[in-house]
């Protein structure tokens, strides 16, 4: 939860069920602590970011980033499956579903390489790994999708030939 609360600031969150919670002091015997516990930055970025996600359409913003995101990808016309769930999705380089750990290890990673590099050197910064998932923020519009295209066509066409 930390690296989603925090907005890209160092927070640590954790929750559990109200009678697991309730064993944590200052209510129970057991006593919490961690490096970013009170953190006034931190702590910040958190009310901030949770005050933003509880904004009215933000959700359905975030839905509608994710698809156009794979929207972009699709169009490129390459042989890529995508998994995603609302902002967050995958890129598979291969024409097969991928459901699991087998399917996921068995897709053209050295082409996702090749993919990631070109866009790297153009400007877009992806997940260094295929196996780690793109996300979409309420800061990505037209010009960050235009950008994601361009990069995307140049970065396919050097790693397919």
Same mark, same amino acid.
């Given at each position: 939860l930390g690296k989603v609360i925090g907005g890209g600031l160092p927070? $640590?969150?954790? $929750? !559990?069920?109200?009678?697991?919670?309730?064993? =944590?002091? %200052?209510?129970?015997?057991?006593?919490?602590? $961690?490096?970013?516990?009170? &953190? %006034?930055?931190?702590?910040?970025? !958190?009310l901030a970011v949770l005050c933003r996600l509880a904004e009215p359409g933000i959700y359905d913003r975030l839905e *509608?980033? !994710?698809?156009? =995101?794979?929207?972009?990808?699709?169009?490129?016309?390459? %042989?890529?499956?995508? &998994?995603?769930? $609302?902002?967050?999705?995958? %890129?598979?380089?291969t024409d097969a579903t991928v459901t699991d750990y087998s399917g996921a290890t068995a897709c053209d990673t050295r082409m996702y390489a090749a993919v990631a590099r070109g866009l790297l050197a153009r400007g877009t910064y992806p997940p260094p790994s295929q196996f780690e998932a793109w996300f979409v923020s309420t800061c990505h519009g037209d010009d960050e999708?235009?950008?994601?295209?361009?990069?995307?066509? !140049?970065? =396919?066409? *050097?790693?397919?030939?």
């Open positions: 927070v $640590g969150a954790f $929750g !559990g069920r109200a009678e697991v919670m309730a064993e =944590l002091a %200052p209510e129970g015997p057991c006593y919490q602590a $961690g490096t970013l516990s009170g &953190n %006034p930055l931190a702590t910040t970025a !958190g *509608e980033g !994710g698809a156009r =995101l794979q929207q972009v990808i699709e169009d490129t016309g390459a %042989p890529v499956t995508i &998994n995603r769930v $609302g902002s967050m999705l995958t %890129p598979f380089f999708f235009a950008a994601l295209a361009t990069a995307l066509a !140049g970065a =396919l066409e *050097e790693a397919s030939t």
